[in-house]
């Protein structure tokens, strides 16, 4: 059953009664195939999935898109219902109408997460993952899940979060959840909705780049792949693009396991962003 909530009142009553082992699944809503496979995660590993739809304004930016984020309530419940196992398994979409739900009015606290500045998002989105860590730990003091579930796609705020839950000893396990593409390669995402059928075209250049320097450093090593990269950042649309160890987003250097290549690109004023994983283990 997927029942909806719009209040932290009647969350709190409906949790308080329930024993169910719950999954976290936190979202911004206009949920995509992305998303659902987040919540199929999470309704086939706990009793009871707790689905949040909140365009959380603390993660945006002045000059971001926050006004105009896409809000598809409806569709997105109906997205769930879709999910065959959802109807026999509790699932509750928490999607607080009112701000004071989440931020109570005079709030003025700031959960930082700091080690991760000055790298990928947080150069160009100053105080994004502040929101994000912000909110994020709000919903974990509210629902007390036994798990919660992220996506890769965004790649630097899964290492941001579980250091977060480690540093705070917060109760709760990490999942982490692979890319999911539409058939073209494109990471799904909610601000792809901005986009037209040409653009779409357009912002697979980010996902070619970053396929042709997997290729590149697993054939040709680092220094190239370097200079390929560099090569790639001549074209301005390009935001940041960056090949970085994966445990800790310092640069790679010979103790390194595994890499991260990411970046970011815009496709006219829509932010798109893509990331893969490199196992070093072969050198
Ligand atoms: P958002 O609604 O954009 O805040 O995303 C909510 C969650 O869904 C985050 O953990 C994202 O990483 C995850 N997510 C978004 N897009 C994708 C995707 N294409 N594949 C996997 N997870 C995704």
Known sequence: MVELITSREKLVNYLESSQLSRGLVPTMGNLHQGHLTLIKESINENDLTVVTIFVNPKQFGPNEDFDKYPRTLEADLDAIRSIDKALDKNVIVFAPEKIEDIYPEGFSSTISVHGFDQILCAKDRPGHFDGVTTVVYILFNLIKARRAYFGLKDFQQTLIIRKMVKDLMIPIEIKLVEIVRDSNGLALSSRNKYLDLKQKEEALTL?????????????????????????????????????????????????????????AIMIGTTRLIDNTLVSLNVR
């Open 207 to 263: 996902t070619k780049s970053i396929k042709k320097l997997k290729d590149s450093l697993l054939k040709s090593g680092i220094k190239d792949t370097i200079k390929m990269k560099d090569d790639i950042l001549e074209d301005k649309r390009f935001v940041y693009l960056d090949i970085l160890d994966a445990n800790n987003l310092h640069p790679l250097d010979d103790r390194s396991k595994e890499a991260v290549i990411a970046g």
